[in-house]
């Protein structure tokens, strides 16, 4: 069996192995251009998931092996839940809730942290030439912010709340900036509310009594017990919010107001790759300004470091 | 100014009282006939809302004072809430959701637990001859329920559970009971299972493996976080939860599973009153099955001690 470079997390620590097995044949084999590192990925390194294996599921990579001739030697990028195929989500067409599936680099699969992953022929997209690999990287978790358009019906006056301007928040920004005129983020980084307020974003370093239950749509972008109670002060009664990341601590959340103003909460995953990939293609939206670093696999501990500093965007790991 | 028997709560302690001021002029002056405790009474005299003053807002009365003479005499149940009347959601015709509101027994307006209470004209619902005071009380916690029916579209088929078995549990069965037919409650007490079961509910003490992802809709009626953590359990993925009671504790809320599954949580308050009197006036629903005991005000000790009590339904007291 063939072997290549990976990172390996074995639930203690991740490190960088040159004799990983290649991925087992029966799917599309994809040699990996590039990968993003995203919140979730650091979150597993805390032990989130449980997960074992090589992490990473934002990639961008090309074909090297398929039963489907056509792929081989497309550069693409994939969904990264593979459902059962037989369960009752499977058959609706929502295999990424399907309760036996894996997930590239989060769940029972191993991931994008590699010189070579595996995905099944129907997960890929094949990316135009429009789209490079540095902005390709972009589409998972640009699905992901597409995702609140699949959930909600979005209102172009809308008066929208985003709290975070990380990587999630700057993502969703771009894409409720399609539909809607009236967005303001509330974040706590100079730099990153620069970026939005060039997108005509209004932004905001903390809440003032004024904002309090005056949004119509809040999104929850920072996965933080603060956000989440942030998230309840600034949503109006019978509002409706996004839950767009799992909060990382259990400790301290208050649901009342939930109930009293009556808010309507909507968890949200992954989402759709098609109008995500529509987007950047055509221009509609930018991702350029989002990346701060490339670094090799074998560098993954700086490439790591780098992420978790607050006000760092995008960092990318090139096998 | 005149005096009357009343239960008052400084922030500490109830007292009965026997020289309370009759409520000030200017709204309908509502002579209680009865009224029910509820477990948000039971919650402000744990300190919720830092209420002080008259506790008690599901009552039944008769107008002695009004400036509309076509209301004296009537028997009347009352709307709970009364908005400032010039702000946005007043204007909405959203007084619930006023933030300037005040909430009789609840916020800033002393309740039903006296002998008179007063509210704004507007808010009285006249009780016809069919409905007894002791059915009559159930109006508006039966509105509460009925408030599940404003908020989303249910359908007939939809496979549902309801996460508890007292009170407020026992009215959302009634309720969804009237639209649904596959109905499943998870409640913990034999005789308050029993009475569900003769509608033709489903009943469980406790979840088996099987019951895991397997509801369209679940809703959370206990108020408990066990309620809560059981209830995402139940949960299909994409599933609808109604969150119809605020949740006791800040402590070990685990909203991870919410996201990952992308289940919207709906927040449930008071509901609409016309539907509620409606199902009790054409015998649709009746509530006579879930009267416990009544007592005077002045065995208010008694009547909360056996509210309490678990098994316990409702505790009705007579000024």
Known sequence: ?????????????????TDYNNPKSGEALVEVNLAGICGTDIEILNGYMSYQGIPGHEFVGVVKESQNKDLIGKRVVGEINVGCGICESCKKGLERHCP????????????????????????????????????AVFVEPLAAAFEIKEQINLKKESNIAIVGDGRLAQLVALVLNLSCQNITCFGRHKNKLELLKNLGIKTKIGIEPDDNQKFDLVVEATGS?????????????????????????????DLTP???????????????FRPAIHALASGMISVD????????????????EHAKKPGTLKILLKP
Chains 1, 2 share one sequence.
């Open 100 to 135: 036996y599936r894996t997930v590239l680099g989060i769940l029972r699969r191993d991931g994008a942290f590699a010189q070579f992953l595996s995905l099944p022929e129907k997960n890929l997209h094949v990316i135009p030439d429009q789209i490079n690999d540095e902005q």
């Open 1 to 17: 069996m063939k072997k290549m470079k990976a990172l390996h997390f074995d639930g203690q620590k991740m490190t960088f192995r």
């Open 258 to 272: 939930m109930v009293i103003n009556e808010v309507t909460v909507v968890g949200s995953r992954c989402g759709p």
């Open 225 to 253: 017990n603060s956000g989440f109670e942030n998230t309840m002060k600034l949503i109006k009664p019978r509002g409706i919010v996004i839950l767009k990341s799992t909060l990382a601590s259990k400790k301290n959340i």
């Open 289 to 304: 300004n989002l990346i701060d670093s490339t670094y090799s696999l074998e560098k993954f501990q700086d490439a790591f």
